[in-house]
């Protein structure tokens, strides 16, 4: 079972920063991609932001020029640096780990969620 544990989400006012970690159980290499989700209430989930194996990152239009991205293979961690935050990125956010081949019987692998609550 591959598991993804996200932290580091807070309440914050609009403007401030927050930097969110997801630890995987297993090495994050051996997954084609590593991303971070959001589902914000009553909406939909949507990307936020992948980064494969290789370190080619894609973002969300809008969150480019905002959220960073990055991996560290060494500790299976994946990271998102999220800026100048805005009460629309109130949501939670979710570690998802994606394979071009069954792990553990499965292509795709989500964590819990962190939540990030943008207010003033």
């Known amino acids: 079972q591959v598991q993804l544990v996200e932290s580091g989400g807070g309440a914050v006012q609009p403007g401030g920063s927050l930097r969110l970690s997801c630890a995987a159980s297993?090495?994050?290499?051996?997954?084609?991609?590593m991303g971070w989700y959001r589902q914000a209430p009553g909406k939909q989930r949507e990307l936020v932001a992948t980064i494969t194996s290789g370190g080619t990152t894609n973002y969300a239009d809008s969150v480019k020029g905002r959220f960073t991205i990055s991996r560290d293979d060494a500790k299976n961690t994946v990271f998102l640096q999220i800026n100048s935050l805005k009460p629309e990125d109130t949501a939670v956010y979710y570690c998802n780990a994606y394979s071009t081949v069954l792990i553990n019987g499965r292509y795709e692998h989500w964590g819990q969620g962190t939540e990030v609550a943008v207010s003033s």
């Open positions: 297993q090495s994050i290499f051996s997954f084609y991609h």
